[in-house]
């Protein structure tokens, strides 16, 4: 194999603090590179080194000739104005690349996407599939991927994994997906205190020897300690002994010094408290029969299930196929359009947001934790707000920092900070571990293990939700799920690849009558009828997002503390009730325009 990079005592540094000190690196040909290490500690920008985006302060940096480096970032960004086989084809004719619009071709096939549509109109999920599709496409010597797992659904995640797996360049991938780490890596470097470790094999063999090297860590810095505390004993001995002191042990000791002040001692770990606030009833939730959906996709079909406090359930299915939708109907903040739903006593819900909109960009760290006050309450102890956000690794010169300044990893914990400072019996957390490093992953993994309360969590992360879930409710396609004890992949995999759009919805016993009433489909769709068909769907998704709006709304813990709140609420969901009244009079009126143009 022919070596692609290599660093020479390479430094860089923000500021007064240290990404790379003194770091060697080697990349070779074909190798399949997993970066981890804490948030913060200098992974994108290392990154950006190896594509050449930034320049580093101290050391050299040598690449191979003509070297070819891809990067697909967090959040790529794609022209939104074209089409999805123009963004895979871009460049064909200038490069003379004439068999790039067939490999375009194939991996649309792949991700059977329509190549004629806008990226505009596109999921999170499926412009990220895109860009690493683009990537590939390009055939780089050396692919760097930086969270490539964020925003894909399983099929993504495992569609993934084959194309690096047939890969014919080098791969480095930052992730905390330890089973994507499993699957394509050969080789993990940790970046630990500016220091790049490296160690052959997956993460899981990592794991093995980072423990066996953390202990001889401590023992040799235990080892040096004592030696040190010696020396500095004998510096300080009567005046005797200094008269008869060597002056090359003195010199040695200040070298000691010296060595010690410059060791970067291992950042503290994330430590989690939650309140768990007062029990819930035994049962959470009963739904029985429930049918629900938007237009002709049904995304629930004939679904019952009994959840029972202490259940830690995972919710698992392609993306938009309505796994957020689900929830809110689990705990009733969206009305089933059949079916009943019974909800337990006492529930008290707070809200992990994937999006992580939930934050005010421009409030203070401490004005998110607790407005108005310095002190935290989580249980029976009463925190100061500085003190508390150091759990979650945040400096009191930070405190006062605006949500703006804090990076995608930052702003997870800082929505974990806020999450578990206040009391709650019932937790929902919709994709929890995206931006979490994996030791503050597996901290939180112990949280929800030892959480009293009931937990609900979307997420695509297999290790993580066969470390915490009791039971899951599994998409098996056409709006129907289904409940298993723990986490039954078999069942999952064999329902990937089934499309997710659905045949006609079930309707509710008025839409029904209506269709009978208002089908004498005699008459053709006027000019004016054809526009208002093309009109509905859109109205519909209108529709549907201001009423998830008002549903975030009242997650708000905060509105049920004071009469003004009550009001507030009350007029919330007459608004939301309302909303669903008018989606559901377009769907009728869809329904009615459709058969009449399919019987023209």
Known sequence: MSTLITLNNVSLAFGHHPLLDHANLSISSMERIGLIGRNGAGKSSLLKILDKRIQVDDGEVIFSAGLHTLTV???????????????????????????????????????????????????????????????????????LLDEPTNHLDLEGILWLEQMIQTFSGAVMVITHDRRFLDAITDRIIELDRGTLHSFPGNYTQWQERKMAWLEAEAQQNAKFDKFLAQEEVWIRKGIEARRTRNEGR???????????????????????????????????????????????????????????????????????????????????????????????????????????????????????????????????????????????????????????????????????????????????????????????????????????????????????LENVVTQSIVYQGQGVWKDFVGVDWDNVMAHLSEPTSSPTPAKPQTSTTHDRISRPKTKKLGQYEEKELAQIPEKITELENQQMALSEELSNPELYETPEGMETVTRIQHQIAEIEHNILKLMQRWEVLEARQQAD
């Open 73 to 143: 970032e967090q959040e790529p960004v794609l022209p939104e104005n074209q089409t999805i086989y123009e963004v895979l084809s871009e460049g064909m004719q200038e490069q003379e690349d004439w068999s790039k619009g067939a490999r375009a071709k194939t991996l649309i096939d792949q991700l059977r996407l329509d190549e004629n549509a806008l990226i505009s109109g596109l999921s999170g999920g499926t412009k990220k599939r895109i860009a690493l599709a683009k990537a590939f496409i390009n055939q780089p010597e050396l692919l």
């Open 250 to 464: 003195v010199r040695r000791l200040e070298a000691l010094r010296l060595e010690r002040s410059q060791r970067r001692e291992r950042i503290g770990n994330v430590s989690f408290m939650i309140d768990s606030g007062e029990r819930s009833g035994k049962l959470v939730a009963e739904l029985q029969h429930i049918f629900k959906s938007y237009g002709s996709k049904t995304i629930i079909q004939d679904y019952s299930t009994t959840i029972m406090r202490g259940d830690r359930i995972g919710i698992i299915g392609p993306n938009g196929v309505g796994k957020t939708t689900l929830i809110h109907i689990i705990l009733g903040k969206i009305p089933p359009d059949q079916g009943k739903i019974r909800l337990g006593t006492n529930l008290n819900i707070a809200y992990f947001d994937q999006m992580r909109d939930q934050l005010d960009e421009h409030a203070t760290l401490c004005e998110v934790i607790n407005p108005g006050s310095e002190w935290v309450e989580i249980g029976n102890e009463r925190k100061h707000i500085m003190s508390y956000l150091g759990d979650f690794l945040f400096s009191p010169a930070r405190a006062n920092s605006p949500v703006s300044s804090l990076s995608g990893g930052e702003r997870a914990r800082l929505l974990m900070a806020r999450l578990f400072a206040r009391p709650a019996n019932v937790l929902v957390m919709d994709e929890p571990t995206n931006d979490l490093d994996i030791e503050t992953l597996e901290l939180l993994e112990t949280l929800i293990q030892e959480y009293q309360g009931t937990v609900i969590i979307v997420s695509h992360d297999r290790t993580f």
